[in-house]
């Protein structure tokens, strides 16, 4: 059967349309995972709010606060509101004396703003695939004085409505390491406290030295599209703090495909079929 060039040419355009480059291995898959953007630029009166931006929910009490911003002004990750509302916090590690420093670059988020907040980014993965989510945890060191009971959070990795397997390990700036699991439909707990060793070796959080807690998680995928979720668990204006979010593939040579992998591999084609053209009209 005979494909005229210009039926090929056109095939090769759809591919390029449908399909795309592939993304580098070692790009991670989350989008702002070190919450440097937006730029934190505090106002208010109140001094002690002067190191932070509160994202709130459209239905959020402290929608109209002089330190608050819309949930859709949160780069990378969307907020999941309540009933109640729903607020997350940008800290500025710049801003001391009462910012507290963040693990890269200079902020970090606490899940817990006027009220508890949840995170969550939906973004596709390969089906049938290892990953690996890594990021560091510690707690709002303000919010919670000796004696109080530790924020406390959720991640879930989720896939058809429903949370996949995780796995792994907690390791903490005293490199005390602690195994931990849970299986499908369940998520991880997360726990850190200035005055509660919630893990081993956790000496708690201060806002000069977070004592940040790194975790380290593997998960399998089943099919493509993934929601990476963070929910807070405890109640107040101080909760479980956030820096460094990744996503990678367990094998560091798994190339991730994208909308557009076979862009290359088109224009490749569309060449060797303009040559061969180009030879069969020389030929007559």
Same mark, same amino acid.
């Given at each position: 059967?005979? $494909? /005229? ?5 056109? *095939? ?20 702002? &995972? ?9 106002? &208010? ?8 931006v509160a994202y709130v929910a459209p239905n959020d009490p402290h929608i109209g606060d002089p330190n608050s911003q819309p949930a859709s002004s949160l780069v990378g990750w969307q907020l999941q509101g309540s009933v109640a509302g729903g607020s997350v ?6 801003? @001391?004396?009462? &910012? ?5 670059? #200079? =902020? %970090? ?38 004696? %109080? ?9 989720? =896939? !058809? @409505?429903?949370?996949?397997?995780? %796995? &792994? ?8 390491? *602690?195994?931990? *699991?849970?299986?499908? !439909? ?12 919630? =893990? ?18 593997? @998960?399998?995928? +089943?099919? !493509?599209? +993934? ?12 909760? $479980?703090?956030?820096? %460094?979010?990744?996503?990678?593939? /367990?094998?560091? #040579? ?5 909308? /557009? /992998?076979?862009?290359?591999l088109g224009l490749g084609v569309i060449g060797s079929a303009f040559g061969a053209y180009r030879r069969r009209k020389q030929a007559v």
């Open positions: 059967m005979k $494909i /005229s060039f210009g039926k090929l040419v056109l *095939s090769c355009v759809v591919m390029a349309v449908v399909f795309g480059p592939l993304k580098d291995a070692n790009a991670t898959i989350i989008s702002n &995972g070190g919450f440097e953007l937006p730029a934190n630029v505090p106002g &208010g009166n109140d001094v002690l709010k002067k190191n932070f916090d940008l800290d500025n590690t710049s801003k @001391f004396p009462y &910012g507290w420093a963040a693990n890269e670059g #200079n =902020q %970090s988020l606490d899940l817990n703003g006027y009220d508890p907040g949840t995170i969550y980014q939906t973004f596709q993965l390969a089906a049938n695939t290892a990953y690996n989510l890594t990021f560091v945890f510690a707690n709002n060191p303000y919010a919670n004085p000796a004696g %109080s009971h530790p924020p406390t959070a959720l991640v879930t990795v989720e =896939q !058809n @409505f429903a949370s996949l397997a995780l %796995s &792994g390990v907690f390791t903490t700036d005293a490199n005390v390491s *602690s195994i931990v *699991s849970a299986p499908a !439909n369940s998520g991880i707990v997360l726990s850190h406290n200035t005055s509660v060793l919630t =893990q081993p070796g956790n000496k708690g959080s201060t806002k000069t030295d977070m004592h940040y807690t790194t975790a380290f998680l593997t @998960f399998t995928t +089943t099919t !493509n599209w +993934t929601t990476l979720r963070f929910a807070s668990t405890s109640p107040g204006t101080g909760g $479980i703090v956030l820096d %460094s979010v990744e996503i990678l593939p /367990s094998n560091p #040579n798994f190339v991730v495909p994208e909308p /557009s /992998s076979f862009a290359l």
